[in-house]
């Protein structure tokens, strides 16, 4: 085993540790994965990887970064086809033709981006250049991961249905930055799977105790022969009972299967104001200006919706992005390449 090899499994060794140490349900912190040690652990993997990729390309190192370079730009060719088609698809919904072909004619620069240099990648990158990239795209992946870790900045966006737009927000170390954009939130739109639930607590040596559910027959509530109207007074989710001992009857709103934000999204074009709606959902944020933001919970009140957004701006989230796609393709192609006994069978 060379020493090369030996560091490198002491550094997956240090970083299970710490992964483990985050997670453990009884003594584990998320701190752990922010903490000192591990950026340093992720120092060190991020070197090695940068080592082992020069060490595998001896001799090909030119074919590893035409290789490297072809496959940055496939990667690119993927998200510009990812990004205008479904933008195409926004439009044709919305009766834009001309708006659909022009996004499309993008998304078509994004196959030709994919076609020529997923061709110079495939000429360039053979044998143990596959894992060469391969440790290349990991070093990329940390490296934006470092990035992230010193140039965060996020924070959330509280706001109201039919509210004024945010124009700006307040970070977690308390610095107030400029979004460039306004968001305005429109409407909210909460579905849900199954009916609420009601049930009679009994309050007792001082708590309450004692959960019964209700049965809901109609709008009636039903316990024996007791009854209560199932429209709680003023829509409130918790109805005090009179007498003794209290009694206080609890609706449990049915499970959440669905988010939808709709925001009016205005922004600067040339000079030119420009507004569009966007609609963010969960695991679908809205990214403008190098901002992304996300939904993160959203509530119903008698004023209107209200949701709790959270703005991040991350600088190396595109370097970690690229580095994840560059490893998987890189594992496919050290997994797929045909092997040099496959070329004397065809041969024979």
């Known amino acids: ?98 708006g659909a072909v022009g996004m499309l004619c993008f998304a078509l620069m994004g196959l030709i981006f994919m076609l020529v240099f997923g061709y110079l990648a495939y000429k360039s990158l053979r044998g143990r250049i596959w894992a060469a990239t391969a440790h290349l795209a ?46 305005q939130l429109l409407r909210t739109d909460i579905q849900r799977t199954g009916e609420p639930t009601y049930t009679l607590y009994t309050y007792q040596n001082n708590r309450w105790v004692a959960p019964v559910p209700l049965a809901v027959e109609g709008n009636t509530l039903r316990l024996g022969e007791e009854t209560w109207n199932r429209e709680l007074p003023g829509g409130q989710a918790h109805l005090l009972l009179p007498g003794s001992p209290m009694r206080l009857i609890v609706r449990t709103p049915a499970p959440v299967s669905f988010y939808d934000a709709e925001c009016l999204l205005t922004q600067s074009y040339r000079g030119t104001p420009t507004t569009e709606t966007r609609h963010i959902r969960v695991n679908t944020p809205l990214e403008c200006k190098g901002w992304q933001i996300s939904l993160l919970d959203m509530q119903e009140t008698p004023a209107g919706g209200a949701a709790v957004m959270q703005a991040r701006r991350a600088p190396g989230r595109g370097m970690v992005l690229a580095g994840l796609v560059g490893l998987i393709i890189c594992t496919c192609g050290m997994c797929w390449q045909r092997k040099p006994s496959d070329k004397g069978k065809e041969a024979a």
């Open 138 to 183: 990991f070093f990329f992946i940390m490296l934006g991961g470092m990035i992230d870790f010193f140039c965060e900045e996020r924070g959330v966006l509280q706001m109201t249905a039919g509210g004024p737009a945010v124009r700006e927000v307040t970070t977690e170390g308390g610095s107030t930055l400029p979004l460039n954009f306004e968001l």
């Open 1 to 98: 085993m060379t020493q090369g090899l030996k560091a490198t499994l002491m550094v997956i060794g240090a970083a299970g540790v710490l992964l483990f140490a985050g997670a453990c349900p009884r003594l584990g912190a998320e701190a752990v994965y922010r903490s000192g040690a591990m950026l340093a652990v992720g120092t060190l993997a991020g070197l090695l990887a940068l080592y082992g990729a020069w060490k595998l390309a001896a001799g090909y190192r030119a074919n590893l970064i035409v290789g490297a370079v072809s496959l940055f730009f496939l990667s690119a060719g993927l998200g510009i086809i990812y990004n205008y088609s479904a933008k195409a698809w926004e439009f044709l919904m919305g009766g834009q033709w001309v």
